[in-house]
């Protein structure tokens, strides 16, 4: 899993900028390991040939429903412009035990700490750094009581071999492959998707809902380029979380409370080395929703801080 600089900007445009910036002769100097692709602009433009796909839920977390609601806004608004949509029908749902699995193969979150450089783990990933140092004997046990995704996740976590890791990346990369043929088959430009499964967690709560944030593992694993646009903010009708069926969601409905008018984003993902076509989506994602952005704002709660 490649680690990946993504630009923090006010608008689409400054984020083509900084990509334009580093695909230049300059960077490639700098850095030799990098492909020597200039950056396309023609095909960073909007156009009427692109085709979205909707993924509405990766099959591993549900989204709260303020994204779910972002989503069915952003497609209605492309539909009007005369634009493609297409609902992503494709089954995803091992992406995050997948990436959990690949992540934390060496066991103990070893090469995690170990580019920490001496500096102390955090607090809030105790949990985490706790059941990653599990031996595989305990860890089966606890499995034995544990059923869904609370399995897998417990199972995933495991330290791998060199075999068996290989094994992991061919799960993944098949799945990949699929999913690619899936896209090019659908004749998909982009695939519009929840920024994460819930607003802004409250501090500390990470520790407990850092796999709410699967919608970003997905294309992280996968090398999709992908990017974030603000398209509304959370509803006082929008911050009770259903269904709550283990722990996990359980965490996540107590999160949901107190969220009105937190900000909400539409991930827009495009195939690996098309980051034209994915700033170009987003493009069109950003000046079809503007107004939804600029409405009245919730007053969010400060009982979050």
Request: some cysteine.
């Given at each position: 899993i490649?680690?990946?600089?993504?630009?923090?900007?006010?608008?689409v445009a400054d984020v083509?900028?900084?990509m334009k910036l580093w695909c230049t002769p300059h960077v490639w100097e700098v850095d030799t390991a990098l492909p020597p692709l200039l950056w396309d602009a023609a095909q960073a433009q909007p156009s009427a040939d692109i085709t979205f796909g909707?993924?509405?839920?990766?099959?591993?977390?549900?989204?709260?429903?303020?994204?779910?609601?972002?989503?069915?806004?952003?497609?209605?608004?492309?539909?009007?412009?005369?634009?493609?949509?297409k609902m992503v029908d494709f089954d995803?749902?091992?992406?995050?035990?997948?990436?959990?699995?690949?992540?934390g193969a060496e066991g103990g979150m070893r090469g995690f700490i170990d580019g920490l450089e001496g500096e102390a783990l955090h607090r809030n990933y105790k949990i985490i750094y706790n059941v990653a140092s599990l031996p595989n004997s305990v860890r089966s046990v606890m499995a034995r009581f544990l059923e869904g995704r609370e399995k897998r996740l417990l199972e995933a976590g495991k330290a791998k071999d060199t075999y068996e890791f290989w094994e992991w990346i061919k799960r993944r990369d098949v799945l990949k492959k699929r999913f690619m043929e899936y896209l090019k088959a659908e004749g998909i430009t982009a695939v519009l998707s929840p920024g994460v499964g819930l607003p802004a967690l409250r501090h500390g709560a990470?520790?407990?809902?850092?796999?709410?944030c699967?919608?970003?593992?997905?294309?992280?694993?996968?090398?999709?380029?992908?990017?974030?646009?603000?398209v509304t903010r959370v509803a006082a009708t929008e911050t009770t979380y259903q269904p709550v069926n283990d722990r996990l969601?359980?965490?996540?409905?107590?999160d949901l409370k107190e969220t009105a008018g937190l900000p909400i984003?539409?991930?827009?993902?495009?195939?690996?080395?098309?980051?034209?076509?994915?700033?170009?989506?987003?493009k069109v994602v950003e000046s079809l929703t503007r107004h939804h952005w600029t409405a009245p704002l919730y007053k969010a709660s400060t009982a979050r801080l």
């Open positions: 490649y680690g990946n600089a993504g630009p923090l900007a006010k608008t083509e900028l900084v909707v993924l509405m839920d990766d099959g591993f977390f549900t989204p709260a429903p303020s994204y779910t609601r972002a989503l069915q806004t952003v497609v209605a608004d492309l539909k009007r412009a005369g634009y493609r949509v995803l749902s091992e992406h995050a035990e997948l990436y959990l699995g690949l992540l990470s520790s407990k809902l850092s796999m709410s699967s919608y970003t593992f997905l294309w992280n694993n996968f090398h999709f380029p992908a990017g974030s646009v603000p969601d359980k965490a996540a409905a107590r984003n539409v991930q827009v993902a495009a195939l690996p080395f098309r980051d034209e076509h994915c700033i170009a989506a987003m």
